[in-house]
Nanobody
């Protein structure tokens, strides 16, 4: 059974940082492209960024320069380091795993940026 579980969300002040983790099982982690998506309070879901099996990263414009995605294949875990957080970064963050058109999603972790 495929299992993706996000952790590390919470309440942070503007300008602060958070590090999200996504632990996985049931997939051949090292061959999957891992992604982070965000669902805003208004319900819009958007891609934050992704990391391929060879470590190539890609980010949404809103995340570039502030967020960093990394992966640890030995631990079957992907990370999202978020710096200089802004109120508009508030949302539920989902981890995804993709390989050959098949997507798996985690259940999400809430991030709230507010003073």
């Amino acid at each position: 059974q495929v299992y993706l579980r996000e952790s590390g969300g919470g309440l942070v002040q503007p300008g602060g940082s958070l590090r999200l983790s996504c632990a996985t099982s049931g997939i051949n982690f090292k061959i999957h492209t891992m992604g982070w998506h965000r669902q805003t309070p208004g319900g819009q879901r958007e891609l934050v960024g992704s990391i391929t099996s060879d470590g190539t990263t890609d980010y949404a414009d809103s995340a570039t320069g502030r967020f960093v995605i990394s992966r640890n294949n030995a631990r079957n875990t992907v990370f999202l380091q978020m710096n200089d957080l802004k109120p508009e970064d508030t949302g539920v963050y989902f981890c995804t795993a993709r390989w050959r058109g098949t997507d798996y999603w985690g259940r999400g972790t809430q991030v709230t940026v507010s003073s």
